[in-house]
């Protein structure tokens, strides 16, 4: 396989560079596994396709403000993106300026911080700032926006590109197949007999930056933090046993279960994973894939693909683009059942 399997054209204002004004006003594509076909629906209908016994799984992860802006000693303007805390004084973040910096280089940020550049490791740097970085992005930082949307963020970001069960600080960017999901939602799910699970996986920035090596096996993903508790592990056994179906929304709860099955069982993890999920990897958790549409070439794509079948998946997003969905972020989102496929 090579990046160019993975790729499909998409008009640029099929962007969604806003989201819509509720968030279940997002439009739905069911892809049937028994008919092979999609379905057009919204995603306030996705109660219709559930049924009592089915186990959500959601990542509670919350979105941190992680964007600074500051510049260098000599004037240049810097960006930095926090990856993730280290300790009290250090982060690990990403930089963006005209040339890269050095070890020992001094970045200049607002309300006199200061952060000098320790170290490099796989493209990032390590940090150290003068006060608590934790607190200081909190107080000065922004929305980190996806880079495709094009745009600043705006106040109306701090509660839009946040789920509304995200509890756990830790991520750089929102599991954003959860973004469609309302109180409202939420409970009319439970209320039908649908239970509601939660892992943590905290989304690093890592997510948004492309693959450089065209053959796939030779690529490497940022490590991020994952929890899945015994609740977990429980709610699913129970779930499969009763004959229920378990339903990942987003990839990156898929990521934090399949990442605790690895032994092939689920049990409970704490740690770090890059699990780097591809066509021909056997899934041990889940049965049902509630996902936005990715970016080309994209890793997110490519475990959609291992999910649901690379020919299905890609003629269900050239549909979309016929059908003029809202893509990325901000846009639409597709529920995949696979229990019934038989073209994976």
Same mark, same amino acid.
């Given at each position: 396989?090579?990046?160019?399997?993975?790729?499909?054209?998409?008009? !640029?204002?099929?962007?969604?560079?806003?989201?819509?004004?509720?968030?279940?006003?997002?439009?739905?594509?069911? +892809?049937?596994?028994?008919?092979?076909?999609?379905?057009?629906?919204?995603?306030?209908?996705?109660?219709?396709?559930?049924?009592?016994?089915?186990?959500?799984?959601?990542?509670?992860?919350?979105?941190?403000?992680?964007?600074?802006?500051?510049?260098?000693? %000599?004037?240049?303007?810097?960006?930095?993106? +926090?990856?993730?805390?280290?300790?009290?004084?250090?982060?690990?973040?990403?930089?963006?300026?005209?040339?890269?910096?050095?070890?020992?280089?001094?970045?200049?940020?607002?309300?006199?911080?200061?952060?000098?550049?320790?170290?490099?490791?796989?493209?990032?740097?390590?940090?150290?700032?003068?006060?608590? !970085?934790?607190?200081?992005?909190?107080?000065?930082?922004?929305?980190?926006? !996806?880079?495709?949307?094009?745009?600043?963020?705006?106040?109306?970001?701090?509660?839009?590109?946040?789920?509304?069960?995200?509890?756990?600080?830790?991520?750089?960017?929102?599991?954003?197949?959860?973004?469609?999901?309302?109180?409202?939602?939420?409970?009319?799910?439970?209320?039908?007999?649908? /239970?509601?699970?939660?892992?943590?996986?905290?989304?690093?920035?890592?997510?948004?930056?492309?693959? /450089?090596?065209?053959?796939?096996?030779?690529?490497?993903?940022?490590?991020?933090?994952?929890?899945?508790?015994?609740?977990?592990?429980?709610?699913?056994?129970?779930?499969?046993?009763?004959?229920?179906?378990?339903?990942?929304?987003?990839? %990156?709860?898929?990521?934090?279960?399949?990442?605790?099955?690895?032994?092939?069982?689920?049990?409970?993890?704490?740690?770090?994973?890059?699990?780097?999920?591809? !066509?021909?990897?056997?899934?041990?958790?889940?049965?049902?894939?509630?996902?936005?549409?990715?970016?080309?070439?994209?890793?997110?794509?490519?475990?959609?693909?291992?999910?649901?079948?690379?020919? /299905?998946? +890609?003629?269900?997003?050239?549909?979309?683009?016929?059908?003029?969905?809202?893509?990325?972020?901000?846009?639409?989102?597709?529920?995949?059942?696979?229990?019934?496929?038989?073209?994976?």
């Amino acid at each position: 396989m090579q990046l160019a399997d993975f790729d499909y054209e998409l008009p !640029p204002e099929l962007i969604a560079t806003h989201p819509t004004p509720r968030r279940r006003d997002s439009r739905l594509l069911y +892809l049937n596994p028994s008919a092979q076909e999609v379905d057009d629906r919204m995603f306030r209908d996705l109660p219709a396709l559930l049924r009592s016994g089915d186990l959500l799984i959601f990542n509670d992860t919350r979105v941190i403000r992680a964007r600074l802006h500051g510049h260098k000693q %000599t004037g240049g303007k810097v960006e930095i993106l +926090l990856e993730r805390l280290l300790s009290d004084t250090r982060a690990l973040v990403h930089i963006k300026a005209s040339k890269a910096l050095k070890t020992g280089s001094l970045i200049l940020l607002p309300d006199q911080c200061t952060a000098s550049v320790q170290d490099r490791k796989r493209g990032l740097y390590v940090v150290d700032f003068s006060r608590d !970085p934790g607190p200081y992005f909190e107080e000065h930082g922004e929305v980190p926006l !996806p880079p495709y949307l094009g745009r600043d963020a705006e106040s109306a970001d701090d509660i839009r590109y946040q789920t509304v069960y995200a509890r756990e600080d830790g991520a750089v960017a929102a599991p954003t197949a959860g973004l469609h999901f309302d109180e409202e939602m939420l409970a009319e799910t439970q209320s039908m007999g649908v /239970r509601h699970c939660f892992v943590t996986l905290h989304v690093g920035a890592g997510t948004f930056q492309s693959l /450089r090596n065209d053959d796939l096996e030779q690529n490497k993903l940022h490590s991020e933090r994952i929890r899945v508790d015994e609740s977990v592990c429980a709610a699913v056994a129970e779930t499969r046993s009763s004959g229920g179906r378990v339903i990942a929304v987003g990839t %990156t709860s898929v990521r934090a279960v399949e990442t605790a099955a690895q032994s092939g069982q689920l049990k409970p993890f704490d740690g770090e994973s890059n699990l780097f999920i591809l !066509p021909g990897y056997q899934f041990k958790s889940i049965d049902c894939l509630i996902t936005n549409f990715h970016l080309p070439q994209s890793s997110l794509l490519m475990l959609v693909t291992a999910f649901a079948g690379i020919e /299905r998946v +890609l003629a269900a997003y050239d549909h979309a683009v016929h059908e003029k969905y809202r893509f990325f972020s901000y846009g639409d989102a597709m529920f995949i059942d696979r229990m019934q496929a038989t073209d994976i």
